[in-house]
């Protein structure tokens, strides 16, 4: 069974860094990564990973100021947010994909249909 939990969410200045993380577990293989959703908007991709190599998505917002990293004997996935804007303000969710929704060829977009299975969430504030 798959199961993500997030934490690492705060309230920060603009121009702060937040580093957030996602515990990952039951998924071994695909595209696991972050999404974000602020009140009144759609939830959107900020940062997908393919797990068995490949391009990672990035939101056009995010990058450049968004990386991550994986550290897999935690089982944690990591989002390193630099220059926050408060336009990043939003609850952000970790997503791993669902198996009968692989895009072709295997690339990991920025839709959450593709998604199958989720976190509960972490907030994220950022104040100008």
């Known amino acids: 069974q798959v199961h993500l939990m997030e934490s690492g969410g705060d309230s920060v200045q603009a121009g702060g860094s937040l580093n957030l993380s996602c515990v990952v577990s039951g998924f071994r293989s695909g595209c696991v990564g972050w999404f974000r959703q602020a009140p009144g908007n759609e939830r959107e991709g900020v940062l997908i990973?393919?797990?068995?190599?490949?391009?990672?998505y990035y939101g056009d917002s995010v990058l450049g100021r968004f990386t991550w990293s994986r550290d897999p004997a935690k089982n944690t996935l990591y989002l390193q947010m630099n220059s926050l804007k408060p336009e990043d303000t939003a609850m952000y969710y970790c997503a791993a994909e669902d198996p009968g929704r692989k895009a072709p060829g295997g690339v990991c977009l920025g839709e959450s249909r593709q998604y199958a299975f989720w976190g509960q969430g972490t907030q994220v504030t950022v104040s100008s």
């Open positions: 990973i393919p797990l068995g190599g490949g391009r990672t």
